[in-house]
């Protein structure tokens, strides 16, 4: 179980067009995804917190209206890169977490979806 | 504030040696941690995690170690296999943070026959 999904894994896109990336909480609800991004042989960057149903909330650094996020269902959490330039040109990668409970509350409720490459042409 | 490698330091090893990653976090309220791997082209991958009321903690194969005065983790990941081959990364949270992760530069362990 808990299984989160990434669409499209690669997207090749011309300069100045958006894209759209999805990540999809397969069999379970998560009120809270997270993105991420990854530029080669560096970190994973956090670029925002998406919450059902209320704005999203961006890192310092991040342009909000550069990466438009909408987090429209408990399971379905969408990036959309807009205008790209090859300056965006990176991997994403999404997280949800899993709801919490028990002994274990707040330990390692998150999971990770296997990213997305955009390359801007 | 967030820490990003700007290059990924290499540990190399032989298959069968025991391997030790290190970790420096930065924010010292963190009280929850993670060890990932990933692979080339994929997402991250949970090892093992540890809270800050514990100093060490076993899986199979692996162990993670946390230094609170120093803020610093290890992973040792015992008779390392070619499998093992791939990027570790620490992440680190505090319980204000609502799991929001924050990941440090990530080191490079190449296993070799």
């Known amino acids: 179980g808990a299984v989160v999904s990434q669409h499209p894994s690669r997207v090749i896109c011309k300069s100045g067009t958006s894209v759209k990336i999805e990540c999809r909480s397969l069999?379970?609800?998560?009120?809270?995804m997270f993105w991420y991004r990854q530029f080669p042989k560096q970190s994973l960057m956090l670029m925002a917190t998406?919450?059902?149903?209320?704005?999203?909330?961006?890192e310092q650094g991040v342009e909000k209206d550069k990466f438009l996020i909408n987090h429209a269902s408990l399971t379905l959490s969408t990036l959309t890169v807009t205008s790209a330039h090859p300056e965006d040109s990176s991997f994403y990668i999404c997280?949800?977490?899993?709801?919490?409970?028990?002994?274990?509350?707040?330990?390692?409720?998150?999971?990770f979806g296997a990213g997305s490459r955009l390359t801007v042409l | 504030g967030e820490s990003v490698g700007l290059h990924l330091p290499t540990l190399s090893v032989q298959e069968g040696d025991n391997s030790i990653i290190n970790c420096a976090y930065s924010?010292?309220?963190?009280?929850?941690f993670i060890w990932y791997k990933q692979e080339s082209g994929k997402g991250p991958q949970f090892i093992i995690d540890?809270?800050?009321?514990?100093d060490k903690r076993q899986g199979q194969r692996v162990t993670v170690l946390l230094n609170k005065t120093v803020k610093h983790l290890s992973l040792q990941i015992a008779a390392t296999q070619p499998g093992d081959s791939a990027v570790y990364f620490c992440?680190?949270?505090?319980?204000?943070?609502?799991?929001?992760?924050?990941f440090g530069a990530g080191t490079r362990l190449a296993v070799h026959p």
């Open positions: 540890i809270r800050s009321n514990m």
């Open positions: 997280s949800a977490k899993r709801p919490a409970g028990g002994p274990n509350s707040g330990a390692n409720v998150l999971t």
């Open positions: 924010n010292s309220a963190s009280d929850y």
């Open positions: 069999d379970f609800q998560a009120t809270t």
């Open positions: 998406s919450n059902e149903g209320s704005k999203a909330t961006y």
């Open positions: 992440a680190e949270s505090f319980s204000g943070g609502y799991n929001k992760l924050i």
